[in-house]
């Protein structure tokens, strides 16, 4: 009887690739993580297929790339029937659990039109991305003039009024707050990020879902995947002590920006300069209050991740389950001149990729680092393989990780990744481009070069990320680099040719269902019975029959 096989699918948000210790970072030290790459691969070279929340993560969830699953910005519904890892993975036995976040927004118009109640377990899951839910709270409770940024129940705040935190959302005025002079100092304001935020720390968010996490493993029956999504480091970037006062300014690393991305810039990459966001965190004091509580964010992370790990060792259970660590998206903190995250610099589009693989098979690649061109999409159908299942190639788009982590190199794999973002809602947008359809941008990367093309009539962003790894200069109009530029077009256009809508028919079944109609007895073409088989033709073999002509 073969032994049961778990999977414990951890994506923490707006993690950057390089604040481990494991991927070099200097003062930030991640012990726990660390330890997990020592078991483990670790994937140097990982890119979201969107770097935004929801579309990243419908990405993941899928395995699809964004413009297959059209779920491209925050709020965009993933539209109803798209499969996700929950399908694949319960034809195979599985059960598939959401614990935390997916930023996924249902497609309830798509479901009353196919009268599917969101309270049957049909509707819940294509409501919730394919999951069943042990606990969903998307982190995100922030309130204004309009509401709630989230209009969905928080089971963290029930969790924090459960212990006393009286405030309407604790979220806002605990979690994310600290506290001057006895009045509440918002973590929206990066100047209030030094504070500690005012609750104790094992009732903050990460703390809070490490032990969601550890209760679903103690019931769980079955083979199952869990995935455990963590808000946190994402901002508001404000931490509890003691992580708020692990990190100083002089933990603060050089902003990795050059005078000459602001010389002439590509105009999208202007605009997105010019936001709000760009411009603060273009801000030295913006960087030395917000960068000390991210990495602080991080620790508390890491610490639990410790915890989780010991708890999954007392259960027996580091024998039989793959761990995954990864993220969303990166995080600019003022590199090239931005905040957050939304362009394609390695700050914001690679992510950190972490798999271990229980099986005695993995035992050759244990403490490797893996330098192969990875996409988030791969996660669907590693997962699968994982499973004992056979990645449906028709519908997902991703390649199992499998093979590295056995020590044995695909006979074929990708040599670029593709990464797409749609910013048409942001307001800038209507300045750039006519049509909202063409604030569209694509980035195909490879071991040196990457290459951004830009809807709307602009030139491409060209970086030489061998002469240039920061990536400050930007080539794409340097007529020395026109063969490249060439190059990369034609990549992106064999990509855009790629069959990504057949999903209801496999290769298999194309091969099954070819020439079956003419033993269906349709026999187009032919000029007489000598061209065709004896048996394909015998319903249309001559044989008497009543003549109803004269019967007119």
């Known amino acids: ?68 699953h059209g779920a491209q910005w925050n709020g965009f519904p ?20 959401l614990i935390g976040k997916t930023h996924m927004r249902a497609d309830r118009e798509g479901m009353a039109r196919l009268g599917l109640e969101p309270d049957s377990m049909i509707g819940a899951r294509q409501a919730e991305c394919g999951f ?10 922030a309130e204004g003039p309009d509401g709630f940024y989230d209009e969905s129940r928080s089971p963290y705040n029930a969790f924090l009024k459960a212990q006393g935190y009286e405030d309407d959302n604790p979220w806002n005025a605990h979690a994310n707050a600290g506290i001057a002079d006895g009045m509440m100092a918002s973590g929206w304001f990066m100047a209030n990020a030094d504070k500690p935020a005012n609750i104790a ?16 493993i103690a019931q769980a029956e079955g083979p199952w995947c869990a995935h455990v999504s963590y808000i946190k480091p994402h901002w508001p970037y404000i931490v509890p002590a003691p992580y708020h006062a692990m990190f100083g300014r002089n933990h603060v690393p050089a902003p990795m920006r050059h005078p000459a991305e602001r010389d002439d810039p590509h105009p999208v990459y202007a605009a997105f300069m010019d936001t709000v966001i760009g411009r603060g965190f273009s801000r030295d004091e913006v960087r030395e209050k917000a960068i000390p509580a991210y990495m602080g964010l991080i620790k508390q992370c890491d610490d639990q991740m410790g915890r989780l790990f010991a708890f999954l060792e007392e259960a027996g259970r580091m024998q039989d389950t793959m761990i995954v660590i990864t993220s969303d998206h990166g ?29 005695p098979a993995a035992d050759a690649t244990r403490g490797t680092t893996c330098d192969a061109l990875v996409e988030a999409i ?8 994982f499973a ?66 830009a809807e709307g009539g602009f030139r491409p962003m060209l970086f030489d990320m061998a002469q240039d790894p920061e990536e400050f200069f930007d080539l794409g109009d340097s007529a020395d680099h026109a063969e490249i530029i060439a190059l990369m077009y034609d990549r992106l256009g064999r990509w855009g040719r790629r069959m990504s809508q057949r999903v ?22 032919l000029y007489d019975r000598s061209e065709v088989s004896e048996e394909v033709a015998a319903r249309y073999a001559p044989r008497p029959v009543k003549d109803h002509r004269q019967d007119r």
Not at 132 to 141: E, M, P, S, T
Not at 333 to 359: A, Q, R
Not at 504 to 525: H, Y
């Open 1 to 68: 009887m073969a032994p049961q096989k778990n999977i414990l699918f951890i994506m923490f948000d707006q993690l950057r690739w390089d604040y481990l210790s494991c991927a070099g970072h200097p003062h930030l030290k991640t012990p726990h993580i660390d330890r997990l790459a020592a078991q483990g691969v670790r994937f140097t070279r990982a890119y979201v297929q969107s770097p935004i929340c929801g579309a990243s993560r419908m990405s993941t969830y899928t395995g699809r790339y964004t413009s297959s």
């Open 388 to 453: 004992g299942g056979e990645v449906p190639g028709h519908i997902v788009e991703g390649r199992s990780l499998m093979p590295f982590l056995h020590g044995q190199a695909p006979e074929v794999w990708r040599d670029f990744a593709i990464s797409e973002y749609d910013y048409s809602v942001r307001p800038f947008a209507r300045t750039l481009v006519r049509d909202s359809r063409d604030a569209r941008l694509f980035m195909v990367t490879d071991h040196r070069w990457k290459f951004i093309h």
């Open 331 to 359: 995080d600019y903190l003022g590199d090239h001149w931005l905040g957050e995250k939304d362009m394609f610099h390695d700050c914001s589009v690679k992510v950190p990729l972490i798999v271990y693989d229980p099986s």
């Open 504 to 525: 209801t028919r496999s290769e298999a079944d194309i091969a099954a269902m070819s020439g079956k109609s003419q033993r269906k007895g349709v026999l187009l073409g």
């Open 78 to 97: 993933l539209r109803v029937g798209e499969q996700t890892l929950g399908d694949h993975l319960r034809r195979l036995g599985m059960g598939c659990w």
């Open 201 to 216: 720390e094992d009732h903050s968010e990460t703390p809070w879902l490490t032990t969601e996490a550890m209760r679903f």
């Open 378 to 385: 791969d996660l669907t159908a590693t997962f699968i393989d």
């Open 132 to 141: 069943d839910v042990w606990v969903r709270d998307d982190g995100l409770w």
